[in-house]
């Protein structure tokens, strides 16, 4: 059959054409679809293998990959993991229509793990390690995924699974326990269960006490009393707890670890100093209960929490989140691993709230909690946190900060799933975004009126400065000039101490008829002027010069030069007489400014 072309729809009442098979052939042909390649991490007891393949490869060839990675047979490997259950191996990886990340578990039921393993199993590390427990439950054909730490034991095991399919301990009949688990108080490390994954079957033990012998029906009775504290509520109200419904139990999801009885650890201790190291004790008893995957737990105290979320930038500002735990609530442990762990709510989580935690276990706890809540919300919410009983925790209170205080938008009991928490967080968030822009508005608007002051304020510091620049620059500008003047004045007043001196020291002019012979001299200025001078032929040329000078015409500054032929007279040697410099009987000079 040939492929089929898409064509675009018509608005012509014609019929479209029929597409050309030969075309289409040649497109695809020519443009070759890319495969589409996926990724398997695949965990096995110790051993983790990642397989990427494309999606037209089949379940049988993962299991050849793992079969050379491995060194185990592929007919000896159960490749679990599969959301819709097991594959064959002809099953065609496209078929499934799988995301490009998988992550899948084998299984080796017809290898027992070796005495390396198991005594690595037993030691300090594989006690902390987390055990996937697939439980199948016969009657409802549903799988429950459970998660368990290496130190729990079988017996807690049991308890948990009572809770959830309420079927007490006494009743329960198991299938799929390895031989050496032969002691209820064997932890799941040294039991010989598989790691990471080990699938069980559990089933309501038909009542027939005629046949049971009197020993085991006296074990069945002491177990019952063990976990009749634990049952009671559960035992009492088993039509709602029937199917684990109403916890939204699905498949493949994980519940958690163990009820509150059998925690080493609370939460928090109650000798934690302050908030900060509260909240990091109870974070890291958190992780190792449920696991990696959990909400992200501000450290700090719930003051910090509240500045965190409420007191940024409006467009920053988160919702706030406060977890309180309660170990004895028969709540707890479904709550935390099955609502508070989904990967949904602790992407929403992460995204959109400010997460803080507190233990309520301890009195002394839950008395410091009540004081945070009356200082920071008032009574009211301390008065509602008070007054709930143990079986409504845990409670999950959503917080919005207003201008003036802070609201309490929703109270979320532990009696809830994860669509139920989801849509309240949701319809919480929705409240938030209409006043976060109402606030962002606000907000931009103050900041506008405030861009608006501060330009303002500018341009006045900045005309200031100019007005004070302006101001500086003029009075230095004037007292340049004073100085100037001065300097002017006392280089005058010292010019003229200097003529009047010069002339004083003048030689007195000689008469037209006096005996000795006279030079007389006539000087032009650069004025245009005439200095007219009878001198001794015999005086030297420094008179010559002090009378110039006299005049204000000093020689460091003019030059003294004859017309014809031209001579500077100033580069003569002052001690020549006029007749030495050939200035007689007379000569007309002139004065000429130096370059």
Same mark, same amino acid.
Request: charged share 25%; net charge negative; glycine share 4%.
């Given at each position: ?441 606000? +907000? $931009?608007? #103050?900041?506008? /009126? !405030?861009?608006?002051?501060? @330009?303002?304020? &500018?341009?006045? %510091? =900045?005309?200031? +400065? $100019?007005? #004070?620049?302006? /101001? !500086?620059?003029?009075?230095? @500008?004037?007292? &340049?000039?004073? %100085? =100037? ?8 007043? !010292? ?10 020291? =003048? ?89």
């Amino acid at each position: 059959m040939p492929p089929s072309v898409s064509t675009s729809t018509s608005t012509s009442t014609s019929p479209p054409s029929p597409p050309c098979p030969v075309r289409a052939a040649r497109h695809a042909l020519e443009h070759p679809r890319q495969p589409r390649m996926l990724s398997f991490r695949v965990e096995y007891r110790q051993r983790s293998v990642e397989v990427v393949l494309d999606e037209a490869s089949t379940v049988g060839e993962i299991k050849q990959v793992l079969e050379t990675e491995l060194q185990i047979p592929a007919s000896k490997l159960q490749l679990k993991g599969w959301k819709t259950g097991d594959m064959s191996d002809s099953t065609v990886l496209s078929s499934l229509h799988l995301p490009k990340n998988n992550s899948l578990y084998v299984l080796t039921p017809d290898i027992a793990p070796s005495a390396s393993t198991s005594e690595a199993r037993t030691s300090e590390e594989a006690l902390s390690q987390n055990f996937v427990l697939v439980v199948n439950h016969q009657e409802t054909g549903r799988d429950y995924s459970l998660n368990f730490p290496g130190d729990r034991t079988i017996q807690e095991v049991k308890r948990n699974i009572s809770d959830v399919t309420n079927i007490p301990v006494r009743h329960q009949q198991w299938e799929g326990w390895p031989v050496t688990a032969t002691d209820d108080q064997m932890t799941l490390a040294s039991s010989g269960i598989s790691y990471p994954c080990h699938r069980l079957r559990v089933s309501r033990r038909s009542p027939t006490p005629t046949s049971a012998p009197v020993a085991q029906v006296a074990q069945a009775a002491q177990a019952e009393q063990q976990v009749s504290d634990i049952h009671m509520a559960s035992d009492s109200e088993g039509d709602d707890f029937e199917d684990a419904s109403e916890f939204g139990v699905d498949e493949a999801e994980i519940f958690g670890m163990g009820i509150s009885g059998s925690r080493k650890s609370p939460m928090i201790p109650d000798d934690a100093e302050n908030e900060d190291e509260a909240l990091l004790h109870f974070t890291s008893e958190f992780k190792s209960r449920y696991g990696d995957l959990h909400p992200v737990f501000f450290i700090g105290s719930l003051e910090s929490a509240l500045q965190d979320a409420f007191y940024g930038k409006a467009r920053d500002r988160k919702l706030l989140s406060i977890y309180l735990h309660h170990d004895e609530s028969v709540l707890a442990n479904v709550f935390c691993s099955q609502m508070l762990c989904a990967e949904s709510v602790v992407s929403y989580l992460s995204q959109n709230f400010v997460t803080w935690a507190w233990d309520v276990t301890k009195e002394a706890n839950k008395s410091r909690l009540l004081t945070m809540c009356t200082r920071h919300f008032g009574s009211m919410v301390t008065q509602a946190i008070r007054t709930q009983k143990t079986d409504n925790f845990p409670l999950f209170l959503i917080i919005m900060g207003k201008r003036a205080s802070n609201e309490v938008l929703n109270v979320i009991q532990g009696n809830t799933t994860v669509d139920e928490l989801m849509m309240r967080l949701m319809g919480a968030m929705e409240i938030f975004t209409a006043q976060q822009q109402e606030d962002i508005k606000d +907000e $931009a608007e #103050r900041e506008a /009126r !405030e861009m608006v002051k501060r @330009e303002q304020d &500018e341009a006045y %510091r =900045l005309s200031l +400065e $100019a007005d #004070r620049r302006k /101001r !500086e620059a003029q009075e230095k @500008e004037e007292a &340049e000039l004073s %100085r =100037l003047e001065q300097v002017r004045r006392e280089q005058e007043q !010292e010019r003229e101490a200097i003529r009047m001196s010069l002339e004083q020291a =003048l030689p007195p002019e000689p008469e037209e008829e006096d005996d000795q012979p006279i030079s007389k001299l006539r000087i032009r200025t650069p004025s245009g002027d005439f200095l007219e001078r009878r001198f001794l032929a015999s005086c030297r040329l420094q008179v010559l010069f002090d009378f110039v000078a006299s005049k204000g015409y000093p020689c460091d500054e003019f030059k003294v030069i004859t017309t014809y032929p031209r001579r500077n007279i100033t580069d003569l040697d002052p001690s020549w007489t006029l007749l030495d410099a050939k200035l007689f009987p007379q000569e007309t000079l002139f004065l000429e400014a130096k370059e």
